[in-house]
């Protein structure tokens, strides 16, 4: 059963920076083999993918993150990252890793002054 567990998220004011982490265990194949994403949560709101990297490298952003956000992964770990810099008001939200329909428990990432 693949677990996924994010930790990183806290309280900080607009224009500071954050680096979220997400470790995988439980997955059959090797943790390099997988595309792994981040989405978000806001409250009251849908969820709102934010970034994928895949097995190759290949990074993808959405527009409201991109130039801030930066997604990374070391396999060695089975870790995946997301460096959050530059953040906005509207970055308030709970963001989770995904691996396929898997996601973690989320952490939580509150932008405030």
């Known amino acids: 059963e693949v677990q996924l567990v994010e930790f990183g998220g806290g309280l900080v004011q607009p224009g500071e920076s954050l680096r979220l982490s997400c470790v995988a265990s439980g997955f059959a194949s090797s943790f390099s083999a997988y595309s792994m994403n981040w989405v978000r949560q806001a409250l009251g709101k849908g969820l709102e993918w934010v970034s994928t990297i895949k097995p190759i490298g290949s990074t993808y952003y959405s527009d409201s993150v991109k130039g801030r956000f930066t997604i990374s992964r070391d396999n060695a770990q089975n870790t995946v990252y997301l460096q959050l810099n530059s953040l906005k008001t509207e970055d308030t939200a709970m963001y989770y890793c995904?691996?396929?329909?898997?996601r973690g428990q989320g952490t939580q990432v509150t932008v405030s002054s």
């Open positions: 995904q691996m396929g329909a898997t």
